[in-house]
């Protein structure tokens, strides 16, 4: 959360009124976007620039939000009291990164539920894990991406016609699928961090304990499980992906560009020959933008389901 109120403290207000000073949270979100999260940076730009700046208000909210476990290590009392501020209304708000997104949310008619439900996934980090099962860290997944995906749909729009409840069981198989892509890209800086995200049975099935991966496993067995758990996000991304033809024109672009982006880092990761525990997979600048005219044919060319 640092990085979003840096030199904030001397702007928060405009002279003579009441309302925060939304530019400089806007710009420092922005820096925070490009140096924390390439890929969405990238995808949120196809949006018309009114989108744009609400959808990275979404993310400087969510950012920040994270940042109150990663970064500042709040207890869970300091939690719900974030989580108390998170509901006040622009005028109550004295938090730069809140005001913004409280503006946002009354202007999009965002539902709040989706908010607490995603300040809980955060909560959860407290105390992560042990996963038992895949249900158990598919809801997890929920809480912390799927939740975004679904306060985000009132603000990328919906085609004419297309109800918030069709859309959303597309939307939370996409932030299901993205979470995990994100738990696999990362194994090895989790369990840096002594985290395993990846489910115990699913260890089972492969010989491997947690005690293994994070003393940095890399052998046979964990290719296999990473195998399986790749597979497991591609058909996550093949149920997600033709739910994203309800969304607008622009929103079809910038969720089908982050999508499919997404999902080529399940590519990278075989590039490097499933070796997660020692570096990070991830697509280049450069073979993003070689990706762009085949998403936007893909994209284009979904039909809404039926």
Same mark, same amino acid.
């Given at each position: 959360?640092?990085?979003?109120?840096?030199?904030?403290?001397?702007?928060?207000?405009?002279?003579?009124?009441?309302?925060?000073?939304?530019?400089?949270?806007?710009?420092?979100?922005?820096?925070?976007?490009?140096?924390?999260?390439?890929?969405?940076?990238?995808?949120?730009?196809?949006?018309?620039?009114?989108?744009?700046?609400?959808?990275?208000?979404?993310?400087?909210?969510?950012?920040?939000?994270?940042?109150?476990?990663?970064?500042?290590?709040?207890?869970?009392?300091?939690?719900?009291?974030?989580?108390?501020?998170?509901?006040?209304?622009?005028?109550?708000?004295?938090?730069?990164?809140?005001?913004?997104?409280?503006?946002?949310?009354?202007?999009?008619?965002?539902?709040?539920?989706?908010?607490?439900?995603?300040?809980?996934?955060?909560?959860?980090?407290?105390?992560?894990?042990?996963?038992?099962?895949?249900? =158990?860290? +598919? &809801?997890? $997944? #929920?809480? @912390?991406?799927?939740?975004?995906?679904?306060? *985000?749909?009132?603000?990328?729009?919906?085609?004419?016609?297309?109800?918030?409840?069709?859309?959303?069981?597309?939307?939370?198989?996409?932030?299901?699928?993205?979470?995990?892509?994100?738990?696999?890209?990362?194994?090895?800086?989790?369990?840096?961090?002594?985290?395993?995200?990846?489910?115990?049975?699913?260890?089972?099935?492969?010989?491997?304990?947690?005690?293994?991966?994070?003393?940095?496993?890399?052998?046979?067995?964990?290719?296999?499980?990473?195998?399986?758990?790749?597979?497991?996000?591609?058909?996550?991304?093949?149920?997600?992906?033709?739910?994203?033809?309800?969304?607008?024109?622009?929103?079809?672009?910038?969720?089908?560009?982050?999508?499919?982006?997404?999902?080529?880092?399940?590519? =990278?990761? +075989? &590039?490097? $020959? #499933?070796? @997660?525990?020692?570096?990070?997979?991830?697509? *280049?600048?450069?073979?993003?933008?070689?990706?762009?005219?085949?998403?936007?044919?893909?994209?284009?060319?979904?039909?809404?389901?039926?």
């Amino acid at each position: 959360m640092a990085i979003l109120h840096e030199n904030l403290a001397d702007n928060l207000y405009r002279p003579g009124e009441r309302a925060l000073d939304e530019r400089p949270v806007f710009r420092a979100a922005e820096r925070s976007i490009r140096l924390n999260s390439k890929t969405f940076f990238f995808a949120t730009s196809l949006l018309p620039p009114a989108k744009r700046q609400a959808i990275r208000a979404l993310y400087a909210f969510c950012r920040a939000s994270d940042d109150l476990i990663d970064v500042e290590g709040a207890t869970s009392s300091e939690i719900e009291h974030w989580r108390a501020e998170v509901r006040l209304p622009p005028d109550k708000q004295d938090n730069p990164v809140l005001y913004c997104w409280a503006v946002t949310r009354r202007k999009y008619a965002v539902d709040p539920r989706y908010e607490d439900e995603l300040i809980s996934g955060v909560a959860s980090d407290l105390q992560p894990g042990p996963y038992r099962t895949w249900q =158990e860290l +598919e &809801a997890y $997944c #929920y809480h @912390v991406a799927s939740t975004v995906g679904l306060l *985000s749909i009132p603000i990328v729009g919906l085609k004419p016609g297309v109800r918030f409840e069709s859309a959303a069981p597309y939307a939370i198989k996409l932030g299901i699928a993205l979470q995990l892509t994100n738990i696999l890209r990362d194994v090895g800086e989790d369990a840096a961090q002594g985290r395993v995200y990846l489910p115990q049975e699913d260890l089972g099935l492969f010989g491997l304990t947690r005690a293994e991966i994070l003393a940095g496993a890399q052998d046979e067995r964990f290719t296999d499980l990473i195998k399986f758990e790749i597979e497991r996000a591609r058909e996550l991304y093949r149920q997600a992906i033709p739910g994203i033809a309800m969304l607008s024109l622009s929103g079809q672009v910038a969720v089908g560009a982050a999508a499919l982006l997404y999902r080529a880092i399940l590519d =990278e990761i +075989e &590039a490097i $020959c #499933y070796r @997660v525990q020692e570096q990070r997979a991830h697509t *280049s600048g450069r073979r993003k933008l070689a990706m762009l005219p085949g998403i936007l044919l893909t994209v284009l060319s979904l039909q809404p389901p039926m």
